[in-house]
């Protein structure tokens, strides 16, 4: 069993920044790709960034330059720095990682549950 804990979402105000946290526990062998997805009211899911394991990061257009992922292998962590906050970016917010639970298992898709980011005019 593998269980996404998120943390760090909020209100701001336009302009304003925020940090996402997203830890990665139970039984989890190793984690190819970590990333972040958004689902704003009315409308799909829809990428943010990634981050492969050893690899380059991958941004949506509408975040570059104001967006940074990152993570940490030794704590299973990936973070979401978020500046210049706009009230478009207002959406839920769900970690996302591939990963195996074991070391014979396939990779396997796990989510979070979501951590709500409110961006006020």
């Known amino acids: 069993q593998v269980q996404l804990m998120e943390s760090g979402g909020g209100l701001v105000q336009a302009g304003g920044s925020l940090r996402l946290s997203c830890a990665a526990s139970?039984?989890?062998?190793?984690?190819?790709?970590m990333g972040w997805y958004r689902q704003a009211p009315g409308k799909q899911r829809e990428l943010v960034a990634t981050i492969p394991s050893g690899g380059s990061a991958n941004y949506a257009d509408s975040v570059k330059g104001r967006f940074t992922i990152s993570r940490d292998n030794a704590k299973n962590t990936v973070y979401l720095q978020m500046n210049s906050l706009k009230p478009e970016d207002t959406a839920v917010y769900y970690c996302?990682?591939?990963?195996?639970?074991?070391?014979?298992?396939?990779?396997?898709?796990?989510w979070g549950q979501g951590t709500q980011v409110t961006v006020s005019s």
């Open positions: 139970g039984s989890i062998f190793s984690i190819r790709v």
């Open positions: 996302h990682i591939v990963g195996r639970p074991t070391a014979w298992a396939t990779p396997n898709d796990y």
